[in-house]
């Protein structure tokens, strides 16, 4: 569990942009819902929705080859 620690945080830092590591972030750490945190980034909803899924894309490819 603690490699997994390790990595899942790694990956978020190096793998993902910075906006995919800050939606994430919010969604996720901060628990807003996606509609809020389109409102904090002044974005749309969808956007916040494709890039939630583009970043567990990228951090899933890049664990499944770490572990």
Known sequence: RQALRQARGRAIREEL???QREVLLLYYLDQLTMQQVAERL???????C????????RLYAC?????
């Open 42 to 48: 002044d974005v749309n909803r969808s956007t916040v």
């Open 17 to 19: 942009t910075g906006r």
């Open 50 to 57: 494709r890039t939630l899924q583009r970043a567990r894309e």
């Open 63 to 67: 664990l499944r080859y770490t572990l």
